[in-house]
């Protein structure tokens, strides 16, 4: 360890990007979590194909015949044949699809908590580090807490008119 590793602003400084970068892991693994939330909600509906048609005017949209553009032409004959009920194996597959997911969601959770709780570790290294008169205390539940005391600043003496 150097000279200068050990001085208290280097320290301080060396804090602060460490803060900054598990600031950043946190806020990309929060928004995964959420990415992973909002798709939870399609994974009870099989997939379903679709063809999309781009038109630049209505006359080739009256063009394009709405049987044509499905690509199923043999369901469009039969009106029982649209009836899409998944079968059992979809129905399992499904589950452990939607099983997978939530446990997915489960471990990213946690790996924000985790960032979450070195952030304000760090964060409170951070400000023990720092000037000011503090008070260590522990609640009846074991949880360490710190009280700042506020200091005043000394005035300049200014002198007095009379």
């Known amino acids: ?40 909600h399609l994974l009870d509906v099989p997939k379903s194909n679709s063809h999309i048609h781009f038109v630049e005017d209505k006359e080739e949209l009256a063009h394009i015949k709405p049987e044509e553009s499905s690509g199923e032409k043999s369901l469009n004959k039969n009106p029982q044949a649209r009836i899409n009920l998944p079968n059992v ?21 946690g790996k924000e908590d985790k ?33 700042w005391f506020g200091e005043r600043k000394k005035q300049m003496n200014k002198p007095q008119i009379i």
């Open 115 to 147: 960032y979450d709780k070195i952030l304000s570790t760090l964060k409170m290294q951070k400000l023990l580090m720092g000037k000011g008169k503090k008070k260590k205390m522990v609640d009846e539940n074991g949880a360490v807490t710190y009280k």
């Open 1 to 40: 360890m150097s000279q200068d590793a050990k001085k208290p602003k280097n320290r301080l400084l060396d804090q602060t990007k460490n803060i900054a970068l598990i600031s950043l892991k946190h806020s990309i693994e929060q928004g995964k979590a959420e990415k992973l939330g909002s798709q939870l």
């Open 89 to 109: 194996e979809e129905i399992i597959q499904l589950k452990q699809e939607k099983k997978k997911a939530y446990k997915r969601l489960h471990d990213q959770i």
